[in-house]
């Protein structure tokens, strides 16, 4: 069955750098276009970027432009979101999104915790 499995998150200073791994498994991964989200306490779950099935297309939130990059290995069926340059308002669940497709679906990982703090 398809399934995303998010790492790479922890505690980080401000300033700091994390990044973040999806490892995806049960579909044709490079068939897909593929997004992290993130979502803070109290917020709505919002896009940080997006790569297309090729990977030759990237979008990110203007947040965050300039200091995450979005990248896949279509080889490892992983995607990956380097963070740069972390800000304590960064701080927040990051969801890896396989984008709907076809008949396809949208389909979630369970998250991993992203907090920016000293």
């Known amino acids: 069955q398809v399934q995303l499995v998010e790492s790479g998150g922890g505690l980080v200073q401000p300033g700091g750098s994390l990044r973040l791994s999806c490892a995806a498994s049960?579909?044709?991964?490079?068939?897909?276009?593929m997004s992290w989200y993130r979502q803070a306490p109290g917020k709505e779950r919002q896009l940080v970027a997006s790569v297309s099935r090729s990977g030759g297309s990237t979008s990110y939130a203007d947040s965050v432009k300039g200091r995450f990059t979005i990248s896949r290995d279509d080889v490892k069926n992983t995607v990956f979101l380097q963070m740069n340059s972390l800000k304590p308002e960064d701080t927040a669940v990051y969801y890896c999104?396989?984008?709907?497709?076809?008949?396809?679906?949208?389909?979630w990982g369970q998250g991993t915790q992203v907090t920016v703090s000293s």
């Open positions: 999104k396989r984008v709907a497709f076809g008949n396809s679906p949208d389909y």
């Open positions: 049960g579909f044709t991964f490079s068939a897909y276009t």
